[in-house]
């Protein structure tokens, strides 16, 4: 008896005598074969062939109205597209010309009658078998080519992401020493004003310039060029304090919260305030997505400790109309978005997929239409450097009085306004405009700090760092960077390596004046 696979195997038989084709169908039903057709008109062979699809033909070579050799040419024009159609010829004619012919017309294999029934059989199941390897490479081939389809289409995406993160950070980074600017002339103004009215206009004006830093932390955070601000951070708060956030619209909504966050969760080194912008957005997602579907809303959050990979399992699932599949691949890139003008941007997931990643961790996201969706994040725990000032840490912002600066800047908006600021503070400040130029007035002026930006021409911050340290080595231990140049890659690895703080452009008046007062008690 034959597999399973042949008994379904569909077989045509073509002979004008109705007795061979009886004898032909009883001998193949005897061994399994269960789907078979016969004619016994050649001139229906086409038609037959359209209507069953088979997967072998038996044909007989000399019939009336159309030979076998014809019926072979038609059957090849039509089956060409075929991985591979076998046709068995029976012929009672055993010459070699009538074989030449018949394979140079598509035949696949010869039994001459009257035939052995065993020889027939066995020839039927190898043409079979042959016919069904090549359907599976077909099948294999196509799968391949999808595949690789698939990749090319990744590979291309992966392509463009970068890009637009790099004009992305490139922009948001141009934007850093105005701001600053900005951000510092505000806060000399609205100390200084001349009444009421003008210090509430330079609050409004300093508040839209902080939500500009907001913006720009955010693209650069979005092209995962912003470092994080890390401390420990309690994941079940983070993730409390995004629904509170969004309390009200989430009770408008009717929407129910159910949290399910696991005791035993450790802390996690992480930046707080990123952390808790990606909830926000996953969270602003799944509520904006539950209003399109009807009652009962539920939105779950949970969080649990993998001991084993030591990562921490959040999860974030909604019961709107979750995402379909073909725009699964497309909802974390830029400004993709399926909502209305002026109601996304298509940022929110881009955005909480470079702060995850930005923290080693991945997200991804099941869902099924009709099914809600759910977002998956792991996050690992991340470690403590060993030193390390805490940015959080508040120190005092009052001047120190009696000490004298160098403020080195190749932006001379940035260096003159800090020069004023510092100044109003009783320092006595003085500027230059690269290393070199710092170096000239070291040489004839004795200073408590140099405030230096990182990426100048001429002679860069760690340049100036080096030449001060080799000459001064008090001086070196009370150096503050300001970074602007967090793109590359060489200043961010001479900034890890020393012990100086840092200020990341756009700074506020405060944190430098908190700096200065830090570094200036030390030791
Ligand atoms: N929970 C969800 N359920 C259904 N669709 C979602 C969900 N979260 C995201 N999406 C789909 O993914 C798209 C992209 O989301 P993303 O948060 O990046 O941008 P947005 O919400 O459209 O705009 P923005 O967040 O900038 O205001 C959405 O427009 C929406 O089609
Ligand atoms: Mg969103």
Redesign the pocket.
């Known amino acids: 008896m034959i597999p399973e696979t042949f008994r379904s195997a569909k077989v045509l038989i073509v002979d004008d005598e109705p007795a061979m084709v009886r004898l032909l169908e009883q001998l193949l039903e005897r061994e399994g074969y269960t789907n078979l057709k016969a004619t016994v008109d050649p001139r229906e062979v086409l038609a037959c062939y359209a209507a069953f699809q088979p997967d072998l033909i038996l044909l007989d070579l000399r019939m009336p109205h159309v030979s076998g050799l014809q019926v072979l040419a038609r059957l090849k024009q039509q089956t060409a597209a075929e991985p591979y159609l076998p046709v068995l010829i029976l012929t009672a004619d055993a010459a070699a010309e009538t074989k030449r012919r018949a394979l140079a017309a598509g035949a696949s294999d010869f039994v001459t009658k009257p035939f052995d029934p065993t020889e027939l059989l066995l020839r039927v199941r190898n043409l079979l078998e042959m016919r069904f390897l090549h359907q599976e490479l077909r099948r294999q081939n196509e799968g391949l080519e999808a595949q690789v389809h698939e990749r090319t289409h990744q590979l291309l995406q992966t392509e463009k992401l970068a890009t637009m993160g790099n004009l992305l950070a490139g922009v948001a980074h141009e934007l850093n020493s105005p701001l600053s600017v900005i951000l510092g002339r505000v806060a000399l103004f609205e100390a200084a004003a001349p009444d009421e009215r003008a210090r509430e206009c330079a609050q409004g004006i300093g508040e839209a310039a902080e939500r500009c830093v907001r913006i720009v932390r955010s693209f650069l955070t979005m092209a995962r060029r912003h470092p994080p601000e890390r401390g420990h951070v309690a994941l079940s708060q983070v993730l409390q304090d995004a629904v509170e956030l969004l309390a009200y619209e989430l009770r408008v909504a009717d929407v129910e919260v159910r949290f399910d966050l696991a005791a035993d969760l450790p802390p996690v080194w992480a930046d707080g305030h990123q952390l808790q912008q990606a909830a926000v957005?996953l969270i602003?997602?799944?509520h904006?997505?539950m209003r399109e579907a009807p009652p009962p809303r539920r939105l779950h959050l949970a969080a649990r400790w993998d001991a084993g990979s030591r990562r921490v399992h959040i999860e974030i699932a909604?019961t709107?109309?979750?995402?379909a599949p073909e725009?699964q691949a497309r909802?974390f890139e830029p400004f993709?978005?399926?909502?209305r003008d002026g109601e996304?941007?298509?940022?929110?997931?881009?955005l909480t997929r470079g702060i995850v990643e930005g923290h080693g961790g991945v997200i991804r996201l099941e869902s099924r239409p009709g099914a809600g969706?759910r977002f998956l994040i792991e996050l690992p725990m991340g470690v403590a450097p060993a030193t390390r000032d805490d940015p959080g840490a508040l120190d005092a912002a009052l001047p120190v009085p009696g000490k004298s600066i160098l403020v080195v800047d190749d932006e001379q908006a940035v260096a003159s306004m800090l020069a004023e600021a510092l100044t109003r503070d009783g320092y006595t400040v003085d500027t230059a405009a690269n290393g070199a130029a710092a170096l000239r007035r070291l040489e004839v002026q004795r200073y408590d700090l140099i405030i230096s930006d990182s990426g100048m021409p001429v002679l860069n911050g760690p340049e100036l760092y080096r030449e001060v340290e080799r000459r001064e080595p008090r001086l070196a231990r009370r150096f503050v960077f300001l970074t602007g140049d967090i793109l590359n890659p060489r200043i961010q690895e001479f900034l890890e390596g020393i012990d100086a703080p840092r200020l990341d452009k756009p700074f506020t008046l405060d944190s430098v004046k908190r700096v200065v007062r830090r570094v200036l008690l030390a030791q």
């Not at 709107?320 to 995402?323: E, L, S, Y």
């Not at 996304?344 to 881009?350: I, M």
């Open positions: 957005n602003a997602n799944a904006q997505a909604d709107g109309p979750g995402i725009i909802i993709f978005t399926t909502k996304g941007t298509g940022l929110g997931l881009a969706a």
